[in-house]
């Protein structure tokens, strides 16, 4: 099982990004994707979840109304559009799988989570 992320940057104040992940290896509607994130120092946090249908999403309190995560099972390939950006989401950006059955929404723990892609940096410049 193999998660590619890509699409970090450098990105100012106030724009936007669409970060993507492309699975293979496993049979990717059935399972959950989600992006984390961690920034120097800091533990790792959860941002955004979809289910294996697409139809629930989660956010992080902090991310929601800016992020959007979306799903196209086609492509076997998850999204995270960030608009709005601030310093504070300069991080490395991680998706990751959970196996789920049917529509089980797993948890925002990374534990919940089987499988990991290396990540992708994405630094908020002011």
């Known amino acids: 099982v193999q998660l590619q992320a890509f699409g970090g940057g450098l990105v100012q104040v106030g724009g936007s990004l669409r970060l993507s992940c492309v699975a293979s290896?496993?049979?990717?509607?059935?399972?959950?994707l989600a992006w984390f994130r961690q920034a120097p120092g800091k533990e790792r946090e959860f941002v955004a979840l979809?289910?294996?249908?697409?139809?629930?999403?989660r956010y992080a309190d902090s991310v929601k109304d800016r992020f959007t995560i979306s799903r196209d099972n086609a492509v076997k390939t998850v999204h995270l559009q960030l608009n709005s950006l601030t310093p504070e989401d300069t991080a490395n950006y991680h998706c990751?799988?959970?196996?789920?059955?049917?529509?089980?929404?797993?948890?925002?723990?990374?534990?919940?989570?089987?499988?990991w892609g290396q990540g992708t940096q994405l630094t908020v410049s002011s």
């Open positions: 979809i289910s294996r249908s697409g139809g629930t999403t």
């Open positions: 990751a799988a959970a196996h789920t059955i049917l529509s089980v929404v797993p948890g925002t723990a990374p534990t919940e989570y089987s499988y």
């Open positions: 290896g496993l049979t990717f509607s059935r399972y959950a």
